[in-house]
Each structure stands twice: as C-alpha cells, then as structure tokens.
C-alpha cells in the first residue's frame, strides 16, 4: 500500500512539472485597466521564450473584448515609458491604433501574436540590456459602432 501511495504521489508530481526553455513562462492573470458598457480591455504580463533564436522577452499584452451587440471599432493610445522616459509622448500616432471587432468577440495579444496595439515590449529577460518599461497606460479610447 506504501509503495502505491508513493507511486501515485509520484505521477501527480511529474503532472505538474514542465520543461521552461520550450514554455512561456511569469504568466499573470489577465487585470482589466478599461471597461465602459460596450468594451472592456485588459493587461497580462507574458515571458516570452523564443528557443530557436534563443531570445526571452518579456511583453505586456492587452486583450480587447466588445461586450456591445454591433461591430465596433476601438481606437486607442499606448503610452509608454521605458527607464522613466515617455517614449510616445511626442510621437502618438505611431503608439496610435484601431482594432475593428466583431459583436461579442475578443482580440488578445501573446507570444505568438505581437500584433501591433495588442503586445507593448517590457524587457530582456536575460538581461541583455538595461532598458525596461517603467510605466504604460491606454489613453484616449474612442469607440465607434461599425455596424
């Protein structure tokens, strides 16, 4: 009986166990930083381990969800300050986007999807350089009903 509890234990540990050169990995909880009655956005901090090319990088991505009943088109600003510089504070309409979803659907960044407005770079997760996002935020939501 010992050796079949020490047996079970032992596949309900290698359950959890996981090899992080092929994973993503500081995965955070999705965090809700806008929302009116007919979107809502949110913030995730994702390590990204690119093996092949052997670059980890660390992103923050945003996840856009039209709660409305019509096709909408959310455009938005992305501020963003890497070592306490604002870096698109002079130049917002590169930091500027417009994201066209469909009733009741959702949009989201990750690791295999950097598209531009929905992953914002955070930092060399090996350290590589020094330069690291200090502060972003989502300014000027606009929302505009498509259908």
Not at 22 to 40: G, P, R
């Amino acid at each position: 009986m010992k050796h079949l509890l020490l047996g079970v234990l032992f596949l309900v540990s290698l359950s959890f166990t996981f090899d992080k050169s092929n994973a993503d990995w500081a995965i955070y909880d999705w965090i809700e930083i806008f929302s009116t009655k007919d979107i809502s956005i949110a913030k995730q901090t994702l390590g990204c381990n690119d093996v092949k090319n052997g670059i980890n990088k660390e992103y923050v991505f945003l996840k856009l969800h039209n709660n409305s009943k019509s096709q909408i088109e959310i455009t938005f600003t992305t501020e963003v300050y890497y070592n306490n510089k604002c870096y698109s504070c002079d130049n917002t309409s590169e930091y500027t986007h417009s994201i066209t979803l469909d009733a009741g659907s959702s949009i989201e960044g990750d690791c295999d999807n950097k598209t531009k407005g929905l992953a914002v770079f955070s930092k060399m997760l090996d350290g590589s350089t020094s330069s690291s996002l200090t502060k972003f935020e989502v300014k000027d939501v606009k929302i505009k009903k498509v259908k």
